[in-house]
């Protein structure tokens, strides 16, 4: 009688990646992804709390939210015609989006032409636009930073990082609020 032996896939001769040694690999998009929904969510929707527009009055916060929900579509889409190849240069564009955070102040406290609806729209569909662009590249980019058998922890990781930016953007944007 003859007896066969079949390895599972999992055996030791496929050793499983470790979480922390695949996001480790992955660091710098993760932390690009961290940035972008706590730079986002830290100013939109919280930010429109503050605003008002004579001309366009309740229906100015409906136009923004548009405005930006149309700006993140569209970065989105950017991505099946150009994806940046340099997790590097896509991380700096993450971290450049720190100067929202004076520009939008501006809007709330700067100069009376700062305050009109324009600056303001500009303002938002170049925060969505952003958004969903480097969101899209990262998320494209980070599977690929990495060997085929680390690629599917890599993906689980950035959605991590995601989830803790959204938190954590959702939580400091209370301070627009308050």
């Known amino acids: 009688m003859e007896q066969r032996y079949k390895l599972a896939p999992d055996d030791s001769l496929f050793p499983k990646p470790k979480f922390r040694a695949v996001a480790r690999k992955i660091r710098w998009p993760a932390f690009g992804v961290l940035m972008i929904y706590i730079v986002t969510l830290s100013i939109f929707p919280g930010f429109i709390e ?17 405005i930006y929900n149309v ?26 989006r720190l100067v929202f955070y004076p520009l939008f102040a501006a809007c709330l406290n700067g100069p009376k032409w700062l305050k009109t609806e324009v600056p303001v729209a500009i303002l938002t569909f170049m925060l969505g636009v952003t958004n969903g662009y480097l969101t899209s590249v990262l998320m494209i980019l980070a599977p690929m930073a990495v060997s085929v058998s680390e690629a599917e922890l890599s993906a689980i990781a950035m959605v991590v990082f995601l989830g803790i930016g959204l938190v954590g ?10």
Not at 74 to 80: D, H, N, Y
């Open 71 to 96: 700006a993140d579509f569209t970065g989105k889409s950017l991505t099946a015609i150009y994806v940046l190849q340099s997790i590097k240069k896509a991380t700096w564009g993450c971290i450049l």
């Open 169 to 178: 953007g959702s939580v400091i944007g209370w301070f627009w609020i308050i």
């Open 50 to 66: 503050d605003l008002s527009s004579k001309l366009l009055k309740d229906w100015y916060r409906v136009l923004l939210i548009t």
